[in-house]
């Protein structure tokens, strides 16, 4: 009884690969927001002030984040939950592959949560005039905790890798 349910558990693992399927689903339909942007923007570029262009900018460029987010969320993922991505010899292989542990993918995330905040910041900082002092106050909180979160993290991960 308790190899079955040992095997059982094993196998259960295999319950995350359409998780990680769904997530390159995402993938897609970033990259369709992605240029629906471009495409959005591209008739009022000779209109639109630096400022426009900027904030167009820091939208494509957080996009891009989250995508590559994505990506080391899915290949990690998978290859540290269910199985080994076994790539033809020749293949481009993803220089990182196999060697992002749940910690330091952890560790990746944060990192990656703290950049998108940062261009969110940004972008709000740069439309400061219209928005209430209260809630921008509440912006910036909400990075810093943000940014205590990656730190504190990485702390801990520091101080377990010296045990």
């Not at 295999?14 to 629906?36: C, D, E, H, N, R």
């Amino acid at each position: 009884m308790e190899k079955f349910i040992e095997s059982a558990f094993y196998a259960s693992r295999w319950l995350l690969a359409p998780i990680y399927f769904g997530l390159s689903i995402t993938l897609v339909l970033m990259s369709i927001k992605f240029f629906q942007e471009v495409l959005h923007f591209f008739p009022m570029i000779l209109d639109a002030t630096e400022a426009d262009l900027v904030l167009v900018t820091l939208s494509l460029i957080d996009l891009a984040l989250v995508g590559g987010l994505l990506v080391m969320v899915m290949f990690s993922g998978y290859e540290n939950f269910i199985s080994r991505i076994d790539l033809d010899e020749g293949t481009d292989k993803l220089n990182w592959l196999g060697k992002l542990d749940a910690g330091s993918l952890k560790q990746k995330v944060a990192a990656s949560i703290v950049a998108i905040s940062s261009i969110h910041l940004l972008k709000i900082f740069m439309n400061a005039a219209q928005v209430p002092d209260n809630k921008l106050m509440w912006y910036v909180i909400i990075h810093m905790t943000f940014v205590l979160s990656a730190i504190g993290m990485a702390v801990v991960d520091k101080m377990n890798a010296k045990h």
